[in-house]
């Protein structure tokens, strides 16, 4: 078996990677140089999970699936306040978190086309990977300034590092475990990037900052028209 299909229609390849007699999946590439493992300069990006809008009717089978087929751990479900309503949201993974992927699912069966896939990449500086991204002209979401009002509150800064955060809208959480600091692409279509920071074994996936993106991609599709 080669593929799969997910009950929301998303197909899953198994690809194999230097095994003999079977063919590498690198080989439907070109390598157009300057990306790679020996690439200088790339923050160390990786994949580090998938965010994939479900069927509203379909979200408790999708869940089913990824644990029974691709043998993935189930997390609780966490609901999230949206300008469209409640986004109900379940994470599921591998034991070591090598795999993660958030499934999500809005709060009535017309939601699902209101919210956007995204992909995302981990790094081991996110305030050099958003100036990267900036200075090679592409835009990052931006952040309410009461966010960082709100955090500063909460939580101490080193100096500068706050007015960091603000000035690329980098946002912050924290668990028992560690910290995390993530930032968003502008939403292309249907898609859009993320890249986080995770620091000392960090294991969630900045879930009480989802309302204020949330928020601020419905700002910014009220202000394109998008």
Do not use: K
């Amino acid at each position: 078996m080669e593929a799969v299909a997910a009950p929301d229609g998303t197909e899953l390849f198994f690809c194999a990677t230097e095994r003999p007699g079977l063919p590498d999946w690198r080989a439907d590439f070109e390598n157009v140089g300057g990306a790679g493992p020996d690439a200088e300069n790339d923050g160390g990006l990786r994949i580090d999970h998938l965010s994939l809008t479900q069927p509203w009717h379909q979200f408790d089978e999708a869940a089913l699936f990824h644990r029974a087929v691709l043998g993935l751990r189930s997390q609780g479900s966490v609901d999230v306040a949206d300008p469209y309503g409640l986004l109900r949201s379940r994470a599921v993974s591998t034991d070591d978190g090598a795999v993660r992927i958030v499934l999500a699912v809005g709060a009535a069966p017309v939601d699902d086309t209101a919210h956007a896939q995204h992909i995302a990449l981990a790094t081991d500086d996110v305030v050099a990977a958003a100036r990267d991204h900036r200075a090679a002209g592409g835009e990052l979401l931006p952040i309410p300034a009461n966010y960082y009002d709100d955090l500063a509150a909460r939580h101490e800064f080193a100096d500068g590092e706050l007015e960091t955060y603000r000035e690329l809208g980098i946002l912050y959480d924290r668990d028992a475990h560690g910290t995390f600091r993530h930032c968003y692409t502008l939403t292309v279509g249907r898609v859009f990037f993320e890249v986080v920071q995770r620091d000392g074994g960090y294991r969630g996936y900045g879930a009480a900052n989802a309302p204020v993106r949330l928020a601020a991609q419905h700002t910014v599709r009220g202000f394109t028209g998008g």
